[in-house]
């Protein structure tokens, strides 16, 4: 019988395997989507991409949504007036926090000190 250490790694390890298979399966996307932003100047690069298991692909950069949607509205330099969000992005009901668009989804996350 395995002890817990032993399902933990080997789930560990699944999840690496996981990570890495979702990666070169899309990778076609990754790489025109990388293309296609760098002509507005994102230097984006495979490490700009991961996969989690319950989202999916995600793109990680400073500042990337203003860059891929210049016309937002900021309330502050981290902050987007909700107003501008709802003008450029779909909500859906099933899917609190995501905002979709024609090419790509957004993810809303409040910061932690919002919350307080």
């Known amino acids: 019988m395995e002890s817990m250490s ?3 790694e080997r789930y560990l390890k699944a999840q690496i395997e ?3 298979k979702q990666l070169e ?3 076609k996307t990754i790489d025109d989507f990388i293309k296609r932003f760098s002509k507005i100047g994102l ?3 495979g490490e700009n991409f991961n996969y989690i298991q ?3 692909i995600v793109a990680t950069y400073p500042d990337l949504l203003f860059h891929l949607k210049p016309e937002l509205e900021k309330v502050d330099e981290d902050l987007i007036e909700c107003k501008s969000l709802e003008q450029h992005f779909e909500k859906k009901v ?3 926090g995501m905002l979709y668009s024609d090419k790509f989804i957004a993810m809303v996350i409040i910061p932690p000190n919002l919350g307080q």
């Open 18 to 20: 996981e990570r890495k």
């Open 6 to 8: 032993e399902i933990k």
């Open 54 to 56: 319950t989202i999916g």
């Open 25 to 27: 399966n899309h990778s």
């Open 94 to 96: 099933f899917n609190s």
């Open 43 to 45: 230097k984006l690069t």
